[in-house]
Structures are given as structure tokens and as C-alpha cells.
């Protein structure tokens, strides 16, 4: 995501610290003796901080050059089986008390979406948990083509998604973590837009706009777009968010679904401009 926009080489750790701190509060009520299920797991550094924290984790990565990465990082864990699959096509062995996804349904349609998390409903403990970290835009879908589709979702849309899959959404958290330095990313691409390429000076402007948010983090993540929102102009274009899913519950027998699932002990719901 921040490649070639003059950041230092530490902002990619302080994002993820900042998204470890979320992903704590996700979890932190879930028992250490439970399984996990880390699917697209790329260079595993997810699986590794489960590793370090539950029971067992099985790590799914279909790319063979990130699975060699995920293999010798997660190869100081016993606890960790890495899997060289394709997320639609594993068989999850066993049950798992908590599923993560990664950003794996942007690269997905939401056909496969659907089918994807319908296939993880039967390897589900009766308490589990999904939860997904995923890319969003503040409204519809935008699907981009190129090497690869990605598809870009709202949370609207991404609510819709998970109800048509059997799923209650217990809780949407906006990810702090990712929109700071993504608002950086795009002030930079609106930089070099406007400006002749041999006065770009990247190194120096990247740093500048990236420490200049950084000495307002985090509430500027959150009062700027809020702002900006007010005033009729998105920005930053593209966010992201926290979303925990748990199979639905049958309808009670008086016709009433319980409300109470939305406000659980995950935290309250974060919507799109509310931030």
C-alpha cells in the first residue's frame, strides 16, 4: 500500500502496530485453547501474532512465493500448519473458533464471496467468529481490472453481503490504522499529478505530508474526513474496516431476531461517516 510514496521505512510497522491494537480488541474475549483459521494469509504476519496467542493455527496462502515467506516465518511456531491453497477450494480441517480474512473478499465477486463464507459456516465452533479486514469505498461497488480484479465494496454494501451468506454482523470498525496513512497516500498522488515529475522530490515531500498527519494520529483520521464529508468531498477515497460475522441465529419463535448481536462485547458499530 505505501510503496513509492517517500514514506520511511517504519510506517508500514506503526500501521500494523496500530491494527494489532484493534484486532486485540476483536479477540480479546476468546479463549487461548481455540484453533484458528488465517485464510489468505500472505507473508503471515497475522498467523504469527495468533500463533503467539491461541492454540493452533492453520495458515491458507495460494501464492507460492507468499507461502514461502509464510513457511520460513511461521517455521518457529509448532503450533502453525502453512498451507500452499487456494482459499475457495481448502477443506478447513477440524473446528476453528476464529476465521480471519485478511482483505481476501476484495479479490473476490460476491458469488464467491457468499460461497466462500458458506463454506467456513460448518468448520465453525457454536461460538466462532469471522472477522474480516477489508478495503471499502462510501458508496456502491467499484470494481477495478488490471493484473487482477479488486473489488471495492461500502459497508452498506459489504452488510447486504454477509446477510445473503447467513451472517449477523456483530460489530464494523473503522480501521484508524490504515485510513491515516491511506489520506497520506493520496495527497501524495494528487501531488504528483500537479507537479513536473523532475520537481516531485518524493523523498522529501512524501516524509513531510506523512509526518505531518502522523503528529495529529489518530484523531485526525477521524475529524478531517468527518470534516470533509460535511463540506460534500470524500476523502480519503478508499478506507477500511473491522467486521465480526457469526452465523445467524433461527429467528426466535416469536418472530423477533435478537437486536442485542450488534452490540456485543466487540464494541459498538462504527458506520461510514460516523467515524
Not at 496500530?18 to 504476519?45: C, H, P, Q, Y
Not at 520537481?199 to 495529529?216: A, E, K, M, Q
Request: aromatic share 12%; charged share 20%.
Amino acid at each position: 500500500m505505501m510503496d513509492g510514496f517517500g514514506f520511511p521505512s517504519s510506517a508500514g510497522h506503526f500501521r500494523f502496530r496500530g491494527e494489532l491494537k484493534a484486532v486485540t480488541k476483536s479477540v480479546g474475549n476468546l479463549r487461548s485453547s481455540i484453533s484458528v483459521l488465517d485464510l489468505g494469509s500472505g507473508m503471515g504476519f497475522w498467523t504469527e501474532y495468533f500463533a503467539q496467542r491461541f492454540a493452533r493455527v492453520v495458515s491458507v496462502e495460494a501464492s507460492p512465493t507468499l507461502y514461502e515467506s509464510l513457511r520460513q516465518r511461521s517455521s518457529s511456531y509448532p503450533n502453525v500448519t502453512p498451507v500452499n491453497d487456494d482459499a475457495l477450494s481448502f477443506k478447513p480441517p477440524g473446528k476453528f473458533g476464529l476465521v480471519f480474512l485478511g482483505g481476501l473478499l476484495m479479490y473476490l465477486n460476491d458469488k464467491d464471496v457468499r460461497t466462500l463464507l458458506g463454506n467456513l459456516t460448518s468448520c465453525l465452533e457454536p461460538d466462532g467468529l469471522i472477522l474480516c479486514r477489508e478495503s471499502t469505498i462510501r458508496q456502491g461497488t467499484q470494481t477495478l481490472q488490471g493484473d487482477y480484479q479488486v473489488v471495492y465494496r461500502s459497508v452498506e454494501t459489504y452488510e447486504k453481503v454477509f446477510a445473503d451468506a447467513g451472517f449477523d454482523l456483530l460489530s464494523v470498525q473503522a480501521n484508524i490504522a490504515y485510513i491515516y496513512p491511506q489520506m497520506a497516500c493520496e495527497l501524495v498522488k494528487k501531488w504528483k499529478a500537479h507537479v513536473p515529475e523532475r520537481l516531485v522530490c518524493l523523498p522529501v515531500v512524501g516524509r513531510f505530508i506523512y509526518w505531518g498527519l502522523r503528529l495529529g494520529y489518530p484523531w485526525n483520521a477521524e475529524v478531517i474526513p468527518r470534516l470533509l464529508d460535511g463540506m460534500g468531498y470524500a476523502f480519503p477515497k478508499l478506507t477500511n474496516h473491522f467486521f465480526v460475522l457469526r452465523p445467524s441465529s433461527p429467528t426466535p419463535a416469536n418472530g423477533r431476531a435478537d437486536a442485542t448481536l450488534r452490540h456485543s462485547h466487540h464494541g459498538p458499530e462504527v458506520k461510514e461517516g460516523t467515524r
